[in-house]
C-alpha cells in the first residue's frame, strides 16, 4: 500500500527554521513529481513548492519569497522542505503529495495529486 510520511514539523519562534521530510512507502519519488502544500486555519489549501520529475525544476509560490527549499536526496528517497525565517502566517499543516507526471504550468493544483500523506504540524509563535 502507498503511503506518504512526513515528518519535522514543530514549534518555532518567528524568525526560526524547520526542515520538513516527505518519504515514500511503496513509492520511488526520485521517480515522482512532489509538492508540498500547506492549510492554514481557517484557509483553503495553498500549494508552496515542488520538484519535478528527476529535478527537472522547482518552483515556488509568490508567498515564499525565497525564504523555503524544496530538494530531493535521491539516496533516501526523500524530498524536503527547508522551512527558513519563519513567520506566524506560515502556521499550519503541511502536507506532501505526489504525481507520476509534471505539472510546471499547474503545480499547484491539488487535484492532479494522486497521493496524500497525513501532514505534519508547523506553529510559528512566539
Known amino acids: 500500500q502507498v503511503q506518504l510520511v512526513e515528518s519535522g514539523g514543530g514549534l518555532v519562534q518567528p524568525g526560526g527554521s524547520l526542515t520538513l521530510s516527505c518519504v515514500g512507502s511503496?513509492?520511488?519519488?526520485?521517480?515522482?513529481?512532489v509538492t508540498w502544500f500547506r492549510r492554514a486555519p481557517e484557509k483553503q489549501r495553498e500549494g508552496v513548492a515542488t520538484?519535478?520529475?528527476?529535478?527537472?525544476?522547482?518552483y515556488y509560490a509568490d508567498f515564499v519569497k525565497g525564504r523555503f527549499t524544496i530538494a530531493r536526496e535521491s539516496a533516501a528517497k526523500t524530498v524536503f522542505l527547508k522551512l527558513h525565517n519563519l513567520q506566524p502566517e506560515d502556521t499550519g499543516v503541511y502536507y506532501c503529495?505526489?504525481?507520476?507526471?509534471?505539472?510546471?504550468?499547474?503545480?499547484?493544483?491539488?487535484?492532479?495529486?494522486?497521493?496524500w500523506g497525513q501532514g505534519t504540524q508547523v506553529t510559528v509563535s512566539s
Open positions: 503529495a505526489t504525481a507520476d507526471r509534471d505539472f510546471p504550468n499547474k503545480w499547484s493544483r491539488a487535484s492532479q495529486y494522486n497521493y
Open positions: 511503496e513509492l520511488d519519488l526520485n521517480y515522482q513529481s
Open positions: 520538484v519535478g520529475v528527476n529535478n527537472r525544476f522547482t
